[in-house]
Nanobody
């Protein structure tokens, strides 16, 4: 089991950047694929990005491709989500999660953080 704690959310203006972090505790962090999901008010949770345990492969939702970058530092048991050119529609609670398989489906992610809020507004 992996315990996950997100940080880095906040209120920013359209076009700004923000970097989310997710600190993991527990063993064998590098064996887990790590994903970011988000849930906007009144909407279902959606996939944002995923990265393999080694960090060698990544995948993104079309809505964030080219603007967001997922990365990880296995030495520090941390995964990041760099968000650039933020838009109001990026406003959501962002969650990191771990999976033993490579997936974009939330049901494959077993352990979840508590979430961090991102608000993009002028």
């Amino acid at each position: 089991q992996v315990q996950l704690v997100e940080s880095g959310g906040g209120l920013v203006q359209p076009g700004d950047s923000l970097r989310l972090s997710c600190a993991a505790s527990g063993r064998a962090f590098s064996t887990y694929a790590m994903g970011w999901f988000r849930q906007a008010p009144g909407k279902e949770q959606e996939f944002v990005a995923v990265i393999t345990g080694s960090g060698g492969n990544t995948m993104y939702a079309d809505s964030v491709k080219g603007r967001f970058t997922i990365s990880r530092d296995n030495a520090k048991n941390t995964v990041f989500l760099q968000m650039n050119s933020l838009k109001p529609e990026d406003t959501a609670d962002y969650y990191c999660a771990s999976s033993v398989v490579w997936s974009t489906k939330r049901y494959n992610f077993r352990d979840w953080g508590q979430g961090t809020q991102v608000t993009v507004s002028s």
